[in-house]
């Protein structure tokens, strides 16, 4: 047998102990495997699992699309979990404006939690992390395909946040929007009481430029939530914190409330306010809670109170419309506020001749014969 050159063998052994810069080392791989892939650049129209593109919103309110620059370099390791990470990025620019942009996609058999004693949890989510300068004042939208990936609980990290899925041929498109967040936070020795309650102040401030997009698979021991309802829609949620919780149906006070928690200060002693934008569909309030009197409701109050039960001072918007519920909350103080949507009751005036009656509740009608006065 022909003997290979001193050459040929140092290029091989860079080729084995060195990852490729290269586009076929990006999209969906082996998904039996527990593993993470970075998604590229959509090559073609009918390309999955794949970045379609990325612009820049302009300070006149137009958009720019960026130029695809490349790739990144990859690399492969196993994590502690025993999930199998290959990592790497995709570079875009307009002119000197330059963004990273990193699309890890887990795959179904992604391993979420294995401890000893406990049985493996394993899910998929699609996460979508932007590096750039300025982050606070770059406003990016991202578009991007998929082939399984179902939405479950969808969580934009960004200011003016922006979130749409449609299907396309063979999956879905993905259209995800906003700019850099700064929030507050804990580094060290987060076994204090005060930091456990969040009445600690805040030790560094960050920035998020992410998009969090979690799969809904309804095998046991699957999924980061259980995927209950959710062939009926899903929730998607912005706000400026780590720790936020899935909203909760309060049968006594008949309200849905969602838990936020972060540092009551900030690092440099400032009151840290508060950030929350949620949408869901009627569809899917009505599956998961039964019962509740809100998406029949002609109108839905919002507030916010602290972790003593008083109403803080927020400014606060809701809107339901086509089965489609959309609130806004900014301007309340943190360390553990809740956020509450209640039915709003209405008073209508019926008439019916010289006849007035008063009707009173979360959906009034006015009785048979009478209209609204």
């Not at 699309?103 to 401890?115: F, Y």
């Not at 939530?225 to 720790?243: E, R």
């Not at 909760?248 to 950030?275: C, D, M």
């Not at 509740?361 to 048979?368: E, L, Q």
């Amino acid at each position: 047998m022909k003997r290979l050159s001193s050459a040929v063998l140092i290029w091989i052994l860079l080729l084995i102990n060195f990852p490729a810069v290269a586009a076929n080392s990006y999209g969906a791989g082996d998904l039996t495997q527990a593993a993470v892939f970075p998604l590229g650049r959509c090559e073609s129209q009918t390309s999955l699992d794949c970045i379609e593109s990325l612009e820049l919103r302009n300070s006149e309110g137009t958009w720019s699309r960026f130029q695809f620059d490349g790739y990144g370099p990859t690399a492969t390791f196993v994590d502690n979990s025993g999930n199998t990470i290959t990592t790497g990025n995709t570079n875009w620019s307009i002119g000197d404006k330059k963004v990273s942009v990193v699309a890890d996609l887990e795959s179904p058999e992604h391993i979420i939690l294995n401890e000893s004693g406990a049985p493996t949890l394993r899910g998929a989510a699609l996460r979508i992390y932007i590096n750039t300068e300025d982050p606070l004042n770059t406003h990016l939208r991202v578009r991007l395909r998929t082939s399984w990936l179902k939405p479950q609980s969808v969580q934009l990290k960004v200011k003016e946040s922006q979130f749409s899925v449609v299907p396309i041929s063979g999956g879905k498109l993905w259209t995800v929007e906003g700019s850099g967040l700064r929030y507050s936070d804990y580094t060290s020795n987060l076994s204090d009481p005060k930091k456990a309650d969040f009445s600690a102040q805040a030790e560094v401030e960050s920035t998020f430029f992410t998009f969090f997009l979690h799969h809904a698979d309804t095998r046991p021991g699957y999924g980061y939530w259980p995927a209950i309802c959710a062939d009926k829609g899903f929730t998607v949620q912005s706000n400026n914190t780590n720790t936020t919780g899935e909203p909760r149906w309060n049968p006594v006070t008949k309200s849905l409330e969602f838990g936020i928690y972060a540092p009551h200060l900030k690092a440099n002693g400032e009151v840290n306010q508060g950030y929350f934008k949620l949408w869901t569909t009627t569809d899917f309030l009505d599956c998961k809670f039964p019962g509740n009197n809100l998406t029949n409701a002609a109108s839905i109050e919002i507030r916010v109170v602290d972790e003593t039960g008083e109403s803080q001072v927020a400014t606060t918007t809701v809107q339901k419309k086509n089965g489609v519920i959309n609130l806004l909350a900014y301007g309340f103080h943190f360390s553990k506020p809740k956020i509450i949507l209640t039915a709003k009751k209405i008073t209508l005036s019926c008439k019916r001749g010289a006849m007035v009656k008063k009707v009173t509740g979360t959906n009034p009608r006015c009785p048979k014969g009478y209209v609204k006065g």
